[in-house]
């Protein structure tokens, strides 16, 4: 089956999780992939969140994810290590993992604070080593706090944090002399200029005690604030044609970011971005809300998508020539396959019991039935409307070392003629139900006596479940529909059921959905008293 995923989130963050619970909660496909590495990890809590002030941010991620996994995410432990493709065709990697597939990409990767190179900054980041006062000033207010220049945004840090405390030193470190005017301001504010390069950061007990300047001096301080630089994680981009631009407080330059518009969308169709990647000065409370938004905007893409898709598709029916042309240009429009080329759950069940013999594959696609019949022995022919697919078929049965036949044909108005098959097998072939029955009656009548008609359907009943599938209800039947088509008097029907089963990527909605399975066997013609001698 397709393992296509409507949104792969990379990153899972306040707004990757924000974003992918909107996506979940509209019934989306969601995947979220994410290493484990948040940028605030170091901080014992978070603020100005509200109702959840001073909650630790590992305990708001686990509550995100765990609320996310609720509604049927998917929650992706590693590292994403390239993303290439197209709206609608885009692959995500994961080191030592597995190759996700989306139709749209929200990327939720954040940022890195670069540091300054005093020894100590790094250790006490997060703790005594500030940079937010929106963050962190409650908690060291009325303390000793050090600004040091490190930044274009230094001076308006000085007169921020003097807003927590009247005791605020301002760290020249390599800084030029303020001008007057600067120098002014800061006398006013109470706020003392100290000259000479900052050395390192004095410690006890794993707690800053001081500043230490390169003449030895130590200046006591509880709280030292630097202004990191800003830089986007956007290493995952390059393969999607994004790139990072500078990003500007005011006049300064202080990180690079993934320029957004007010959707959260990138220059790049199908791809949005949220949360400090592409807004470096968003605390947590702005990211979660940035990632709502994105993930709503997201669905209205899809949406509209799922319209146009919707109206393809009834088109496809009704028009063989349109049909025909709409299958070849699915194909050839996913050069990675449309399907995943392992062979669907319900075959590998049902016909593993069977002997080998002749096998048709009606609806064959890529192949995935076919060489996994050929693999045990099954002369196969693989019957379908597209050549781009059945070219597909052929080259996975080469790669595998087994014949097979191809043969390029409408199903839904095949005719067998005197040919038959030892086993007729279609899987997942949808149609109105006057077409529906017609084709497989068709199909019944190419199977040989003593032989085995084995067809896999979506089963209808997975609409109450919330699973979202193209073209209209009608068109999934449950297997007792499917086994109506048969003559009782021809067929001894073995199963007609609906098999529930663990719902795939593309499956929007519920993560359970069901097959409508039949497999009957044809009645060996009954023996004339004339014919026994």
């Known amino acids: 089956m397709d393992e296509t995923y409507d949104v792969v989130v990379v990153g899972g963050g306040a707004a990757g ?3 992918a619970l909107a996506l979940a909660r509209a019934r989306r496909s969601v995947a979220v992939v994410d290493d484990g590495t948040p940028r605030n990890a170091p901080a014992h809590e978070m603020h100005n969140y509200l109702g959840r002030d001073g909650t630790p941010p590992g ?3 686990a509550a995100g994810r765990a609320e996310v996994a609720g509604y049927g995410g998917v929650l992706v432990d590693g590292t994403v290590t390239a993303a290439g493709g197209s709206a609608g065709a885009f692959t ?10 989306a139709r749209r990409l929200l990327v939720t990767t954040g940022l890195t604070d670069e540091l300054p190179a005093i020894p100590g900054v790094r250790e006490l980041w ?3 080593v500030l940079h937010c006062p929106y963050c962190h000033g409650w908690e060291v207010r009325d303390r000793p706090i050090g600004v040091i220049a490190t930044g274009p945004m230094s001076l308006h840090q000085v007169q921020l944090w003097r807003q927590w405390s009247a005791d605020v030193v301002f760290f020249l470190h390599a800084a030029p002399e303020p001008d007057d005017a600067t120098a ?15 050395a390192a950061l004095e410690t006890d007990g794993g707690r800053l005690t001081g500043v230490r300047l390169a003449d030895g001096e130590v200046v ?8 990191p630089v800003f830089t986007a994680r956007s290493a995952v981009l390059t393969g999607l044609g994004l790139a990072t631009q500078p990003f500007r407080m005011g006049e300064a330059v202080v990180g690079t970011h993934v320029p957004v518009d007010a959707r959260g969308a990138t220059a790049v169709p199908g791809v949005w971005a949220a949360g400090n990647v592409a807004d470096p000065g968003a605390q947590v409370i702005g990211a979660a809300a940035a990632g709502l938004v994105a993930g709503a905007q997201i669905n209205a893409d899809l949406v509209a998508d799922d319209t146009r898709a919707a109206v393809e598709v009834i088109r496809a029916m009704s028009d063989p020539e349109y049909g025909e042309r709409w299958w070849e240009e699915r194909y050839r429009s996913h050069g990675h396959g449309v399907w995943s080329g392992r062979v669907n759950d319900v075959l590998a069940a049902e016909a593993a019991d069977l002997p080998p013999g002749r096998a048709l594959d009606a609806g064959a696609g890529e192949g995935g039935d076919a060489v996994w019949l050929a693999r045990r022995g099954w002369s196969v022919t693989a019957l379908d409307l597209s050549r781009t697919a059945l070219d597909r078929a052929a080259a996975a049965a080469a790669a595998a070392g087994v014949p097979l036949e191809t043969r390029k044909a409408d199903v839904s108005s095949w005719e067998p003629g005197e040919e038959r098959w030892d086993l007729v097998t279609a899987s997942f072939l949808h149609f109105p139900p006057g077409t529906r029955d017609d084709v497989l009656r068709r199909l019944a009548a190419a199977v040989a006596p003593g032989g085995t008609l084995l067809v896999t359907m979506h089963d209808g009943s997975d609409s109450s479940r919330g699973i979202q599938r193209p073209g209209l209800p009608d068109w999934y039947a449950t297997g007792g529909q499917l086994a109506e088509a048969l003559d009782p008097g021809n067929w001894e029907v073995q199963v007609a059921e609906s098999r529930p089963r663990e719902a795939r990527g593309h499956e929007h909605g519920s993560a359970h959905a069901a097959d409508a399975v ?3 066997r044809r009645r060996q013609p009954a023996v004339s008293s004339s014919s026994r001698g």
């Open 59 to 61: 305990d708001l991620l």
């Open 220 to 227: 006591p301080r509880a709280a030292v604030v630097v202004a």
């Open 126 to 128: 997060g703790t005594d």
């Open 92 to 101: 995500v990697e994961v080191a030592g993992g597995p190759v996700l597939r």
């Open 17 to 19: 999780l924000s974003g």
């Open 518 to 520: 039949l497999r009957a």
């Open 184 to 198: 002014e301001a800061l006398a006013a504010r109470g706020v003392r200029v100290v000259r000479g390069e900052v």
